[in-house]
């Protein structure tokens, strides 16, 4: 096995496969009518270079069972386009104002376009799934009921985010804000790609429980990072606004971890603060946002110790999934291929953008 | 990144982090107590999932990539090559059977009134009995127009490859006449008197007067006579 000569090297190869991706992206959707109202809004965010890791865990992990990149390039459009249609409604059900570094669809456009794009994104990816794609009937068949499973769970955690919200639940644990990201986020950032990656490349015949602990270890660690980057990150490398994660009252593991450790006045403020966002949430007006000012908010982190503690139960999660990639990919013959996934884990969890 | 400054030991930026040398997250004796409650909580959850589902199997609890741990990774290859080949075979059966079935549905489709056995689509109709008894069959008549139609069927002559024929008058149709509405099908059913035809293998059509596009070809197969009683 040979050693990566460091990020940099992880981060080209990374641009290889998601410049693959969205050049097959981009065939899937050329010339489709209408543009103006739908389909020049449906072009937009997969034109809007992202870092393409799921395809790039998608296509490494099926070379590494044994397949092809042809073989996997279908699934890697299809989760490619379902990542782009869940951001273009996220960004309206958050009120988000910017994404990789522009601004949000629904500014640009208007909310009834964009949700009508981002339908149409969730559609288009169910596309590249059908028989045309070069995989037996049977391992399309589970491809393909792996993609409906794990849009459901995404989903269904994003309910559950929102429901928490919308009712101002605020005595969660740790354990519950796993238990959501593993549906609203890990499903399809990390376990979909592992799972469809090693079962193409193995023609359906890789146990897959070890492959999905990876998954999730990692796109926890992964999660965590993301969270503590929309506090403490650059916004210029991160592309979204700072603190957005705070004026939309998202249940953060800081949050939760500070809504336990806080003075019983600052909780009171906290929870009449959330409260607040809550209705304006549901009022949907765009208008400022009220209760306290995110500095505030982070300030109070800051002085409990969230922000330390979140980043130490990262890493104590990133542990566990150098542990698990080691298990899920043990019967895997050394490559290329099994080498950038396993230099795609730090690469995922010390980024700084 | 550490937002407070701290670096986690054994952690250095920009560098990967080698697998643990022992058991699962046995050897991280340096984890802080913060650090073991998400990798322990964390533990929870996706276990907590991964045994909700059929073949779970536990993380191993010795080294993870020791030798001798689980199948070789020839035996995985192999695997995967024979379950490749024999998805190969199975989807060239079945696009041959797909592709039958469009032939068929094409068939069925044809706007029209069609003349068929019992199992719709190309082909003909066998019927089969011992010389002197009856033979039987069905015939169906598919009106896949807009507008009623009517037939009266008939049978041709059917002939061996002697030469030696079997009279169409030989043949009843119950119904003899069909009225057929639009969409929709009826079944006759055909009765070959056999008394005096030598065993032998005949063909002809059945035919349906007023439809002359339709036709249905024909085997007869006749067989010896049944042996009498003793």
Redesign the interface.
Known sequence: MRAWAGLEEVETTLAGYSRLTREAMERHLAGRLPARHLYDLVRDYPSRAGKGIRPALLLATCQAFGGTVDEALGPAVAIELAHNAFLVHDDIEDGSRQRRGLPTLHRLHGTPLAVNAGDALAVLALEPLRDGMPLSGRVSRRVSDEFLAMLGRTIEGQAVELGWRADNVVDLEPTDYLELIFRKTCWYTTVWPLRVGALIGSAGTAPLAAVTRFGFYLGAAFQIRDDLLNLVGSEERYGKELLGDLREGKRTLMLIHLLAAAAPDERRALVAHLAAVAEHQAAGDGGPVPGMDPGEILDLMVGHGSLEFAFQFGQGVAAAAYEAFAQAFADVPASPHRDFVEAIVPYMLERSA | ????G?Q?EG?G????????PFG??EA?SS??E?????????????EG??SA?D???P??AGP??QPG???E?GF??L??SV??AL??Y??LV?RSFEGYADLVEQRLHARGVGLHGAAPGPGELTVQAPSGATAGGTVWLHNTTDELAAAVLRLTALTAHDGTAVPGTAGRFDPAEARIAPGASVAARLAVGLAGVAPGVYRGHVLAEGLPEAALPLRLVVTAPAPGPP
């Not at chain 2, 930026?13 to 643990?20: F, N, V």
């Not at chain 2, 913060?34 to 996706?46: F, N, P, S, T």
């Open positions: 990144m550490s937002p407070a701290n986690v952690n930026q920009g560098g990967r982090r080698r697998p643990a699962p997250f991280l984890l802080t913060v650090q073991r409650r998400g990798m322990d909580a964390a533990a929870q959850v996706i999932f991964l589902l073949g779970h199997q993380p191993p993870a990539d741990d689980g199948p990774p995985a290859q695997r995967t379950a490749r998805d190969l199975s989807d079945r």
